[in-house]
């Protein structure tokens, strides 16, 4: 990863941050089913918004930019968070747990 692209995501993150801080977010309804299923709460969202690396970046995405976090919550779990990066608001796309078969750690997909 170079310079610009580093300079990107920064950018990225602090725009996915500063629209999570101010509440101006959408959340799918895909996105509301997982949290159901991972026992997900808004605010455990926006803890690992705040806290989290954007991992992996999908610029040309075919629905829109957008990009996958990964952050903590204040009780330290790992939260995944794939959300648009070039919307007024935030749409929050899905969220889960990284855990295994799919991951090793949260920031290392299984090959």
């Known amino acids: 990863m170079g310079d610009a692209d580093f300079i ?20 799918t309804q895909h996105a509301q089913q997982e949290m159901v299923e991972e026992n997900i709460i808004l605010d455990e969202i926006l803890e690992a918004i705040a806290t989290g690396q954007i991992i992996e970046n999908y610029p040309e995405h075919r629905r829109g930019p957008c990009c996958l976090l990964n952050g903590l919550t204040q009780q330290g779990r790992p939260i995944h968070i794939v959300c648009t990066t070039a919307q007024p608001a935030l749409i929050i796309i899905t969220v ?10 949260p920031t290392q997909r299984r090959q």
């Open 96 to 105: 889960y747990e990284p855990k295994p078969p799919k991951w090793i750690t």
């Open 8 to 27: 990107d995501l920064s950018i990225l993150l602090e725009r996915t941050r500063t629209q999570a801080g101010t509440e101006n977010i959408r959340v």
